[in-house]
């Protein structure tokens, strides 16, 4: 591929005549860069591929551009060594709760925060998406009860989560459906500066006996394509019993694992990912298992990045916040 240097002015953005590659192609004014087209005309009917903005962890201000008429630039394309899991070592911390820019005092190298949230400067940022079930308060999927679990006509929600409803993937249009509410929010993390992105509840099929665990694991496949498109890795949620499965076929780049410890299943998150696994354990869930935290870091299975958390993970200086590393 032939790219073509762009000098960009501090003070200028880049204008684009055609509305869709001007809004796809927009950069910060005080980044310098490239910029990358390639086929667009041919990929636009399907859905523009937005440009991955200015890392922050980097801070490199390279973006591609490449020459609309030249032959043998491919649209969207990710080359395989752009697409880098989190370090495996240093101060992880799990955010959902609300941002804090240290954990407990320390300087963060690896966090999670929601997809609303903003990317942690200096840190890999994990972006956070609900990939199976409904986000609270999200009226996206109001009017579409085609893409959802339903029982007796009605919605089926999370009974751990009552405000969330279980997304049904059984089926080719139902994941059609379900990407065109996702698919902008995984675009949405990626022009947000994140360096990957998790998708939660793709365990719902073991949860839900209704829904189909090929359907299921298609979708999480076109997620870890749609990460991949946009320049982000992509991280499997939980469900231990599909992880070899996950990273050999699925394309999932790491793993985001909660209570592996409490339920024995960090070994299979190991087998398949080696070090790049991101743990989070909770202290009630602990009890429950008969385990300390001390238990948990002194285990041969658990992962580099092995945290405890408050089950809120509530702000580091909220009352109730608790933090701890191996």
Not at 188 to 195: N, T, V
Not at 235 to 255: C, I, P, W, Y
Not at 259 to 286: F, H, K, N, R, T
Request: charged share 25%; hydrophobic share 45%.
């Amino acid at each position: 591929m032939l790219l073509f240097p762009v000098a960009l002015d501090p003070l200028a953005s880049i204008v684009v005549e055609v509305p869709a590659i001007r809004d796809m192609l927009l950069v910060k004014p005080s980044v310098w860069g490239i910029a990358l087209v390639s086929h667009y005309w041919h990929h636009a009917a399907r859905r523009p591929t937005p440009v991955r903005p200015v890392n922050r962890r980097t801070g490199a201000g390279i973006i591609a551009v490449c020459a609309l008429a030249l032959v043998g630039c491919a649209s969207g394309d990710i080359e395989a060594d752009a697409i880098e899991p989190p370090p495996t070592q240093g101060v992880f911390d799990y955010q959902l709760g609300g941002a804090s820019d240290d954990a407990a005092g320390e300087r963060i190298d690896v966090v999670v925060r929601d997809a609303t949230a903003e990317p942690l400067e200096g840190a890999y940022s994990v972006c956070y998406v609900n990939g199976f079930q409904t986000q609270p308060g999200d009226d996206a999927w109001d009017g579409r009860d085609d893409l959802l679990l339903l029982e007796g006509g009605e919605p089926v929600v999370d009974p751990d989560w009552p405000d969330e409803r279980i997304l049904d993937p059984s089926t080719p249009e139902q994941r059609e459906g379900i990407l065109e509410i996702v698919g902008p929010v995984i675009e949405g993390c990626a022009r947000a500066g994140f360096d990957a992105v998790e998708f939660d509840n793709l365990d719902t099929w073991t949860r839900f006996d209704a829904i189909d665990p090929e359907g299921a694991q298609a979708l999480a496949q076109e997620y870890a394509v749609r990460a991949h498109e946009v320049g982000l890795a992509a991280a499997q949620k939980n469900a231990a019993e599909v992880a070899a499965t996950a990273r050999a076929e699925l394309g999932f780049d790491f793993a985001v694992v909660e209570e592996c410890a409490a339920w024995a299943e960090c070994a299979a998150y190991a087998e398949a990912y080696g070090d790049s696994v991101l743990q989070i354990e909770y202290p009630d869930a602990l009890a429950e298992a008969g385990l300390t935290f001390g238990d948990v870091c002194a285990a041969e299975d658990r992962a580099p990045l092995t945290i405890l958390r408050d089950r809120a993970l509530a702000p580091h200086d909220e009352p109730g916040a608790l933090y701890r590393r191996c």
